[in-house]
């Protein structure tokens, strides 16, 4: 069941979320209004995002348009990589198992832990002094 309409989904990974609207037409990636290069400059970060594009032979066929928040740079890359897969899948039904294989439906569930009082970070102590 393919659809014509600009898709819309949501991406997340640590703090950042990504919102995606995916449609057809020459694959050019857009990031908060720039262009996928000037918003990501290391290639690692361009490829992470891009990655379910890749996967399914379909990077020149949809362009995208992103609105990422919050986190860091590698945060919003892996939130845009979560965000263009459930676009992609919510497009088309029968790349779930390539995208499940690549392991680009999954939420990656990490965060960074609370910091605890009496401590200088989560689990870090205090330098201790015998006298």
Do not use: C
Request: no cysteine; glycine share 10%.
């Amino acid at each position: 069941m393919e659809t014509t309409l600009p898709i819309q989904a949501t991406g997340r990974r640590k703090r950042a979320v990504a919102r995606v609207a995916l449609t057809l037409g020459r694959g050019t990636v857009t990031i908060n209004g720039k262009p996928l290069a000037d918003y990501f400059p290391r290639t690692q970060w361009q490829q992470i995002a891009t990655a379910p594009l890749a996967v399914t032979q379909s990077a020149d066929r949809f362009d995208v348009v992103v609105k990422a928040e919050g986190g860091g740079v590698s945060g919003q890359a892996g939130a845009v990589r979560h965000g263009i897969a459930r676009a992609l899948l919510a497009f088309d039904e029968s790349l779930k198992a390539t995208l499940r294989e690549h392991g680009l439906l999954t939420r990656d569930p990490r965060e960074k832990e609370s910091k605890k009082y009496g401590r200088k970070r989560a689990r870090k102590r205090f330098q201790f002094s015998k006298r």
